[in-house]
């Protein structure tokens, strides 16, 4: 173990004190009405904590919730949404706020967010570096003459050349695009980043750049919620690791247990793991149910061989894991 993996695991310790929350998350849930009566599950039940300097990577398949989640925190869910629970960031309710509260005071300056798909955030008018120069303009009072060079700055803290930096939105690939989102969302210096699929394009040089600068960002105090598909990326930078299946969060733990020995308890977990190619390679068999029509028990039985009839029911979330018969639990829990 060396001195940095000790600090995590001190850090992954604190971060379970709800005391030392910087986010405390509970019972976020979040349901879209459809038209015809219909609703889909997005989000149910989310509990977790975040603790400043901590890296917390959520991971799962796509369409298990994450973005939703993010969005939720944000206030940036569609009029069709509706959210429950409570997600208190340094005293302020995110989900009882008001849009005024979030738009002035939360989203850029306490909340920084990378967004999934970022060239929709660009205003196609406008440079990748008037982009940057408004946004250290609006979120950190730098003056006039000195604006060029901390947009210069930024750009460079995300690998974005800054021989681009006068190119407008169209003229971006994705993986540039994703790199002056990144870019974008460093300025602000905010306590929590929200960071959903950062490093989608990038190749693998620049995945582990963007990652290590994201840790850094958590190295001097600030929390991240990391929304990744890449397993490396979110093993290279996070604390602790929240697994989601089918809106649910079905499993959080520790990073290097998670990834090393003992390795993950809950079985879709495990799943995604052994679906690395540097795995076994074998992919889970079967999909993901559809979050309009969730069955009544464990949602991830259908596809799971250690199911039993105590499936049916729908397990609790316990000690880290949601499941009846996870492993590294000897005569697994009793239905
Ligand atoms: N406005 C909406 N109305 C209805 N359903 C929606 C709406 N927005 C999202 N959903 C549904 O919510 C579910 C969760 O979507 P979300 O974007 O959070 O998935 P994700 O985990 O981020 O997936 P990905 O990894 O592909 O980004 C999906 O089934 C999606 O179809
Ligand atoms: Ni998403």
């Known amino acids: 173990m060396t001195a940095d993996h000790v600090l995590r695991a001190l850090r992954a310790v604190s971060a379970e004190r709800a005391e030392d929350a910087l986010l405390s998350v509970r019972g976020l849930t979040v349901r879209f009405r459809l038209r015809g009566g219909r609703e889909v599950a997005a989000v149910t039940d989310a509990d977790f904590d975040l603790a400043a300097g901590e890296c917390l990577a959520l ?22 949404a509706e959210t429950s629970g409570s997600a208190l960031l340094d005293g302020t309710d995110l989900l009882a706020a008001d849009e005024k509260t979030l738009a002035r005071t939360v989203r850029g300056r306490r909340i920084g967010l990378v967004p999934q798909s970022p060239a929709a955030h660009l205003t196609p008018v406008r440079t990748v570096r008037a982009h940057l120069e408004e946004t250290v303009r609006a979120l950190t009072g730098t003056r006039r003459g000195e604006r060029r060079a901390a947009a210069e ?3 460079e803290r995300a690998a974005f050349p800054a021989g681009h930096l006068d190119r407008h939105p169209h003229e971006l690939s994705g ?8 870019a974008l969302a460093l300025i602000g210096d905010a306590p929590l980043l929200l960071a959903d699929e950062p490093t989608t394009g990038l190749d693998r040089a620049l995945v582990d750049r963007t990652a290590d600068e994201l840790r850094r960002h958590a190295d001097r105090g600030k929390a991240l919620l990391l929304i990744t598909h890449d397993l490396a990326a979110a093993r290279r930078v996070a604390d602790r690791v929240a697994v ?6 079905v499993e959080l733990a520790p990073a290097d247990r998670f990834f090393g020995a003992p390795g993950p308890r809950h079985p879709y977990a495990r799943g995604l793991l052994d ?10 068999p079967g999909f993901p149910p559809e979050l309009s029509d969730l069955p009544e028990g464990c949602a991830f039985a259908p596809r799971c061989a250690r199911a039993t009839e105590a ?10 894991v949601a499941c009846h018969h996870p492993h590294g639990a000897p005569g697994a829990v009793r239905a």
Not at 67 to 76: D, I
Not at 175 to 182: H, K, W
Not at 311 to 316: E, K, L
């Open 311 to 320: 499936c049916a029911q729908r397990p609790a979330f316990r000690a880290g």
């Open 153 to 155: 700055a930024a750009a």
């Open 59 to 80: 991971v799962g398949e796509s369409g298990c919730g994450k973005s939703v989640l993010a969005s939720a925190l944000l206030g940036l869910l569609p009029g069709n």
């Open 175 to 182: 993986g540039l695009a994703q790199r002056a989102a990144t």
């Open 244 to 249: 989601m299946y089918a809106g649910r969060m």
């Open 275 to 284: 679906a690395l190619p540097e795995r076994e390679f074998t992919p889970i």
